[in-house]
């Protein structure tokens, strides 16, 4: 279906902006296939919502403040140790946390990347420079060149794997140089692993077995994509930095998850068929959306490793805010990127994989005007 749209200037909208959208549109927010967001279009578990469901009476208490199940269930879903493992009202606070604990003056980050990590470093008075991920090289982030770019000592530097809004990902022995390089000068590494496992193969990209090797980098994840679980701010941190994790823990306020979410999360990290759907789904889609695209001539693709792809416009006289308004008025939000650095010339666009029907209808919205 197609909407009437009102435009009144020029305005930039983030993935869950649908409210936003809706009044700047006039478009209702039900209608709306959230091509933005980046969340598993499977929605949450079937077998979690019942499981809620049954066990609603978990509100009427305090949830255990180590969340000592909880972490045994996420330490046998990733591979860690439960000892290595905090849980955070999402990964926001954990990275608010991490950031006021470390109190770096210098912080490297990698970009283009997610917003909120310079956000927080400004809040703590820290100063912060980009390590700006090159087109040319297809935004693949160079070991040897990141690490000469760290010759000025930063005390952190924050990356993203697999890259938001890029869909590319450093492998394991990547990370370990840059770790090792980090380690030598006293750099501490903070790692989003919130699309790891959305990858290929989760071991492919995720720096969890590099916790037994090294002490000076921290590993951050939540349930918001995966699990398409955003509104219960469940984030986890793991860290082979026992004492910096316990210094952390002491500036968090107690009880930061709720009983519910601590029920939850419990659930989630046991839902074997679920994951396995998702992965499934999200492989298949990946890879015939990823081999249709690089036939087209008007743009650009690169190889995705996360639930999303970025797409480069080549076609003259086509913007990425032209290509946002063309598909929102058929109800298909997708990510305009032109606000993220680097990638400000308005040719960049993004949008996340969802089933396969919408993924076509969306195909076929953008051969209309990139065609």
């Not at 770096?104 to 100063?127: A, C, D, N, Q």
């Not at 022995?173 to 390089?181: K, S």
């Not at 519910?260 to 074997?272: E, I, K, N, R, V």
């Not at 690089?294 to 076609?315: G, H, S």
Request: proline share 5%; net charge negative; with cysteine.
């Amino acid at each position: 279906m197609e909407h009437n749209v009102k435009l009144e200037g020029k305005e930039h909208f983030h993935g869950s902006d649908l409210e936003k959208i809706e009044k700047y549109f006039g478009i209702p927010k039900e209608s709306i296939i959230g091509f933005g967001a980046n969340v598993n279009p499977l929605g949450i578990s079937p077998k979690m919502r019942k499981k809620l469901a049954e066990n609603m009476d978990v509100i009427t208490s305090y949830p255990d403040p180590d969340y000592t199940e909880l972490r045994k269930h996420i330490a046998d879903y990733t591979g860690c140790l439960p000892e290595q493992i905090l849980v955070g009202n999402g990964c926001t606070e954990l990275i608010s946390l991490f950031i006021q604990v470390l109190k770096p003056e210098h912080t490297l980050i990698v970009s283009p990347t997610y917003s909120e990590y310079e956000r927080e470093i400004r809040l703590s008075k820290g100063e912060v420079r980009y390590y700006a991920l090159q087109e040319a090289s297809g935004f693949r982030l160079d070991p040897d060149d990141f690490c000469s770019a760290l010759a000025y000592r930063p005390q952190l530097c924050i990356l993203c794997n697999p890259n938001n809004p890029t869909s590319t990902a450093s492998s394991p022995e990547e990370m370990r140089r840059i770790l090792a390089c980090c380690k030598k000068q006293g750099t501490f590494v903070m790692i989003d692993e919130t699309y790891a496992e959305f990858a290929p193969e989760e071991l492919s990209v995720s720096s969890v077995k590099l916790l037994k090797e090294y002490d000076n980098f921290v590993i951050l994840r939540g349930i918001s994509k995966f699990f398409a679980a955003p509104g219960l701010r469940l984030g986890y941190a793991m860290t082979g930095g026992l004492q910096l994790l316990a210094c952390v823990k002491e500036r968090q306020n107690p009880w930061a998850l709720n009983s519910l979410a601590d029920a939850a999360g419990s659930l989630m990290f046991t839902d074997t068929d679920y994951i396995e759907k998702t992965r499934k789904l999200i492989s298949s889609e990946r890879k015939r959306i990823y081999e249709e695209l690089r036939t087209w001539k008007q743009i650009k693709v690169y190889p995705p490793y996360a639930n999303f792809i970025l797409v480069r416009i080549l076609k003259k006289g086509v913007t990425s805010y032209d290509v946002f308004v063309h598909a929102i008025r058929k109800g298909l939000m997708l990510r305009d990127c032109s606000t993220f650095p680097g990638l400000e010339d308005e040719t960049f666009f993004r949008f996340c994989f969802m089933m396969p029907d919408q993924n076509t209808e969306l195909l076929n919205c953008l051969k209309e005007i990139l065609d």
